[in-house]
């Protein structure tokens, strides 16, 4: 089995986890049936989000590996500090959808890292680094 199908299935059975046993694994931090609950929710919304995740990861470290810097640092501040972090505060006020807006604004800005991290990469101003 290649590596790349085996971090694939990795993925995959982490995101089944948490889909499937979310409400077991939390039972072992909480007996609180409202805690449990917002936790299996926030569990499953960003175990959909695992695969950008871990694609985002590999995309990062590979401008990193190659010297550069710059675009992963400019790629994670904007991810996070423009789209993650206003559309949790959006969502979960001005839209009144509580944790639920937070749990969505994680996979939804990993998402967008992820995206533009392909972007650059495809463009390969990284290729162009002197170390």
Same mark, same amino acid.
């Given at each position: 089995?290649? /590596?790349? !199908?085996? #971090?694939?299935? $990795?993925? #995959?059975? &982490?995101? &089944?986890? @948490?889909?499937?046993?979310?409400? =077991? !694994?939390?039972?072992?931090?909480?007996?609180?049936? *409202?805690?449990?609950? &917002?936790?299996? $929710? *926030?569990?499953?919304?960003?175990?959909?989000? =695992?695969?950008?995740?871990?694609?985002?990861? &590999?995309?990062?470290?590979?401008?990193?590996?190659? %010297?550069?810097?710059?675009?992963?640092?400019?790629?994670?501040?904007? %991810?996070?500090? !423009?789209? $993650?972090?206003?559309?949790? @505060?959006?969502?979960?006020?001005?839209?009144?959808?509580?944790?639920?807006?937070?749990?969505? *604004? #994680?996979?939804?800005?990993?998402? *967008? #890292?992820? !995206?533009?991290?392909?972007?650059? @990469? /495809? /463009? %390969?101003?990284?290729?162009?680094?002197?170390?």
């Amino acid at each position: 089995m290649s /590596k790349n !199908l085996s #971090i694939k299935l $990795q993925w #995959i059975l &982490v995101t &089944v986890i @948490f889909w499937g046993m979310g409400s =077991y !694994l939390v039972s072992f931090f909480t007996a609180d049936e *409202a805690i449990r609950k &917002v936790a299996v $929710q *926030a569990g499953r919304i960003i175990a959909s989000g =695992y695969i950008f995740y871990g694609i985002g990861m &590999v995309m990062m470290n590979t401008f990193n590996g190659a %010297g550069d810097t710059w675009t992963p640092t400019i790629i994670n501040f904007c %991810g996070f500090w !423009l789209i $993650q972090i206003p559309l949790a @505060f959006i969502l979960a006020k001005y839209l009144s959808w509580g944790p639920l807006g937070v749990f969505i *604004a #994680i996979p939804v800005a990993k998402t *967008a #890292i992820t !995206l533009a991290g392909c972007f650059y @990469f /495809k /463009k %390969g101003r990284w290729k162009t680094i002197n170390v």
